[in-house]
T-cell receptor, first 111, second 119 residues
Framework: EDQVTQSPEALRLQEGESSSLNCSYT??????LFWYRQDPGKGPEFLFT???AGEEKEKERLKATLTKKESFLHITAPKPEDSATYLC????????????FGKGTMLLVSP | GAVVSQHPSWVICKSGTSVKIECRSL??????MFWYRQFPKQSLMLMAT?????????EQGVEKDKFLINHASLTLSTLTVTSAHPEDSSFYIC???????????????FGNGTRLTVT
């Protein structure tokens, strides 16, 4: 069974204080690992897809990396508007189109 | 591009009534749409996969007679919660993969969800 574990559950940062969110996964053959951002009462917003170990993707203050067991979402010099829940999801080769999500990390950035 | 619109954004209904939620892909065709449910501080749980022109595929433990899914066109899927009960109160989110993207590992695009409260 595919599993995704995200840590920490919640993270509070001061504006400008860089940190990383972790997503550990077990999957029977990784087709893709996805990062989403979710604001309260909204649907998830797509951020990145990573396909193979060693791959990195960047977008503004966010950078996602991938190993064979985990992915990190690095947030550099965060701003209050980066406050959201960040979700990680995996898609297995055997699971046609479906994603398995973690519970997310709730990030709060204080000014 | 790749906008998914979900309606209504919130609904309150009485126990025993039925509620229909619509999910539309606005600027792309979606042969497959997915319906998720999310409880507070929990991950998104896949309920069913909706394929245009055919029956939906339900995940284990999801009652197909209670959660009716119809995918009548390449841009519209509906979820009807029949005979709703308070335990059905949740955040329901639909998602779709753009047909033009083709690949099975292209990202899902999500609607903004529907908050259902059953009293």
């Amino acid at each position: 069974e595919d599993q995704v574990t995200q840590s920490p559950e919640a993270l509070r940062l001061q504006e400008g204080e860089s940190s990383s969110l972790n997503c550990s996964y077990t999957v029977s053959g990784l087709r893709g690992l996805f990062w989403y951002r979710q604001d309260p009462g909204k649907g998830p917003e797509f951020l990145f897809t990573l396909y193979s170990a060693g791959e990195e993707k960047e977008k503004e203050r966010l950078k996602a990396t991938l190993t064979k067991k985990e992915s990190f979402l690095h947030i550099t010099a965060p701003k209050p508007e980066d406050s959201a829940t960040y979700l990680c999801a995996v898609q297995a080769h055997s699971g046609y189109s479906t994603l398995t999500f973690g519970k997310g990390t709730m990030l709060l950035v204080s000014p | 591009g790749a906008v998914v619109s979900q309606h209504p954004s919130w609904v309150i209904c009485k126990s025993g009534t039925s509620v229909k939620i619509e999910c539309r892909s606005l600027d792309f065709q979606a042969t497959t749409m997915f319906w998720y449910r999310q409880f507070p501080k929990q991950s998104l749980m896949l309920m069913a996969t909706s394929n245009e022109g055919s029956k939906a595929t339900y995940e284990q433990g999801v009652e197909k007679d209670k959660f009716l899914i119809n995918h009548a066109s390449l841009t519209l899927s509906t979820l009807t919660v029949t005979s709703a009960h308070p335990e059905d109160s949740s955040f329901y989110i639909c998602s779709a993969r753009a047909r033009r993207e083709g690949s099975y590992n292209s990202p899902l695009h999500f609607g903004n969800g529907t908050r259902l409260t059953v009293t």
